[in-house]
């Protein structure tokens, strides 16, 4: 495999273009004609990059050929691999009409749409979504152009239309999608014009009904390493630009969850050079998960919280034998939870109304769960933004609480949930709380604790209208199982808080 693969563009013989006349092209008729693809500039990239950076053709690669302003598809003859060969033509071509041109004219990828007019300047597309490729730019991506001296020759040595922007994400995660614009409506896919000439170099304008970003798609996702040293690189064959204020990537990782990032220092993507970028990969999901409302510890007093999860505050609902009550609880950012923010978080049935924060009141949400030994699996909120993985244990008098965004319609299921070596993996955006199953104190003058260490009872702010005794709604839990507790008002329960 040797040396890049380089694209020469032809001279086009302006002398006397104003007097040529169209000319009848019969293809069927015609003998198929061979052109030759070989070496041109020094630094070129072609649809197949090595690790060394030379660049070579993939088989069956397609190539708009012009020998007049007809457009005929052509196809690469060699192996994917190989940096010359010959290309030949699709088929018995078009027939019909077309002016003469005093060259031959190439066009990489090949475009139905493409044309070219009888003074060399060529109309294409630049593609608006391009394809990942490992180390290099995926296939169709690169647009090239070539021109031979004149009608006579049949060489063709591509030049690259545009240079290139290499992002080296790292930081874990795996990406579905990647997309790039310029903070000043650069315009860079799309309509364009290309001139060319034999012994030049291709010229760029793009039209105005040209697009402002490129998306580069990832198929079913590529996975990031997880320090600089193991960056992942994803390129883009971008047209000459000055991105004069900076330029803005957004990637999409496979859980839905989105990273932005943008620079405003001026950046220039001049043709055939490379231009590496190094970021650290930071996916925030599109919502809010109820676990993330969840204050770390429980309360110690009504001003404070408990800094570890073995001590803790216990509180009445209303006033009475002189303990803490719940109308005493003013924590700046945060508040009681109703018992419809706690079943977001708690073990629940299949269906349950859930509150999320400010933004879901009381919606019917629905979920699956799977008990394997002393774990509780659950696949919950379905079908919507909130759809995550949770697990549930006991251990050391806690029920741990652990969760994963999938993202809306995942297709997740829940037996790969159930399985401890799926949540080994890919473990870096879980997010987990520590919940004590502190039991309770039921009511009595000289009151004995309930259920330590096995069942967790908390407050909500839900009271029960005209109960009687009076009584508020408590979220009642182990890893298993979940009720929806009605405790008297003068009981003692622990709280956790959730934030506003």
């Known amino acids: 495999m040797g040396r890049d693969i380089i694209i020469i563009l032809s001279a086009f013989l302006a002398a006397g273009c104003s007097a040529l006349e169209p000319i009848d092209i019969q293809k069927d008729d015609a003998p198929s004609k061979v052109f030759r693809v070989g070496l041109g500039e020094v630094v070129d990239t072609r649809t197949y990059v090595d690790g060394d950076l030379h660049h070579y053709w993939r088989e069956d690669d397609r190539v708009s050929i012009f020998t007049s302003t007809l457009n005929e598809q052509y196809k690469f003859d060699g192996q994917t691999g190989e940096d010359s060969g010959t290309i030949s033509k699709v088929g018995s071509g078009q027939s019909g ?161 989105t990273m932005t990032k943008s620079s405003s220092k001026s950046r220039t993507v001049t043709r055939n050079v490379v231009n590496s970028v190094p970021v650290k990969a930071e996916f925030k999901r599109p919502v809010k998960l109820p676990i993330e409302y969840v204050a770390e510890y429980n309360l110690a007093n009504a001003k404070t919280f408990s800094t570890d999860h073995l001590t803790h505050g216990w509180f009445m609902a209303e006033k009475q034998f002189n303990y803490p009550y719940l109308e005493q609880i003013k924590v700046n950012g945060y508040h009681i939870p109703t018992i419809y923010e706690w079943n977001g978080v708690i073990p629940a049935s299949s269906s349950n109304k859930i509150s999320i924060g400010s933004d879901v009141i009381e919606q019917l949400f629905t979920s699956e769960y799977k008990v394997v030994g002393e774990v509780n699996y659950a696949k919950r909120f379905i079908g919507t933004d909130y759809e995550s993985a949770y697990r549930y244990e006991l251990i050391g008098g806690n029920v741990i609480i652990t969760v994963r965004y999938l993202g809306k319609d995942s297709g997740v299921s829940l037996n790969t949930i159930a399985s401890e070596t799926w949540w080994i993996s890919d473990d870096s955006d879980d997010i987990s709380r520590t919940i004590p199953a502190a039991g309770y104190y039921a009511t009595s003058s000289t009151p004995t604790i309930t259920n330590a260490g096995t069942r967790a009872h908390y407050w909500s702010s839900t009271d029960v209208p005209s109960s009687n005794p009076a009584s508020h709604h408590a979220a009642s839990f182990t890893a298993t199982t979940k009720y929806d507790q009605r405790a008297a008002n003068w009981c003692r329960l622990p709280v956790r808080l959730f934030e506003d």
């Open 97 to 257: 009409t077309g002016s003469a041109i005093p060259s031959n004219y190439a066009v990489y990828p090949y475009n139905a749409s493409t044309t070219i007019s009888s003074r060399g300047v060529v109309t294409l597309t630049l593609p608006s979504t391009q394809s990942y490729a490992e180390g290099t730019f995926g296939q169709g991506a690169n647009t090239m152009v070539a021109v031979t001296r004149n009608s006579g020759d049949d060489f063709l040595a591509f030049k690259n239309v545009g240079g290139y922007i290499v992002l080296k994400l790292y930081g874990g995660g795996t990406v579905k999608s990647i997309t790039i614009s310029g903070n000043n409506g650069e315009k860079i896919a799309g309509k364009a014009s290309v001139s060319i000439s034999y012994g030049g170099s291709p010229s760029v304008t793009m039209g105005t009904t040209a697009t402002e970003t490129i998306t580069l798609d990832c198929g079913n996702g590529v996975t990031l390493g997880a320090t600089k040293d193991q960056a992942t690189s994803f390129w883009f064959s971008v047209p000459p630009v000055t991105f004069s204020k900076g330029f803005t990537i957004t990637a999409v990782n496979t859980k839905g969850m």
